[in-house]
């Protein structure tokens, strides 16, 4: 298992969600995320069953959590990192060609 990360080039569907991320940035320190309102929030942003692609548009399984780090509601000149956790040596090798993988940027619809 790996993991892959990198910069986030949203698309205009990204809008439509970017809410429930930012809510769950909101509740994702250790005090607030086992509140009830926090479970709530994850459970949301679980409920948009993510799915990820490389910039070519090739899918990329994983059996972790994707984690957007989306600050843009609060500084408006940064960029949204993209964390992708559990994925599988093969797939990473499958997709990129290589294990270490570079060109992750963007969720598939």
Not at 85 to 109: D, T
């Amino acid at each position: 298992m790996g993991g892959v990360s990198g910069v986030f080039h949203p698309t205009d569907a990204y809008q439509r969600i970017q809410p429930v991320i930012w809510n769950t940035i909101r509740y994702s320190d250790y005090t607030n995320s086992s509140t009830p309102e926090g479970i709530a929030t994850f459970r949301a942003k679980d409920a948009l069953a993510l799915r990820v692609c490389t910039e070519a548009g090739e899918s990329l399984e994983q059996v972790g959590p994707i984690w957007l780090a989306d600050f843009t509601d609060q500084f408006s000149d940064i960029e949204i990192e993209l964390d992708v956790a559990g994925v599988p040596w093969w797939v990473l090798k499958r997709v990129f060609g290589w294990v270490e993988a570079r060109g992750l940027n963007k969720l598939c619809s």
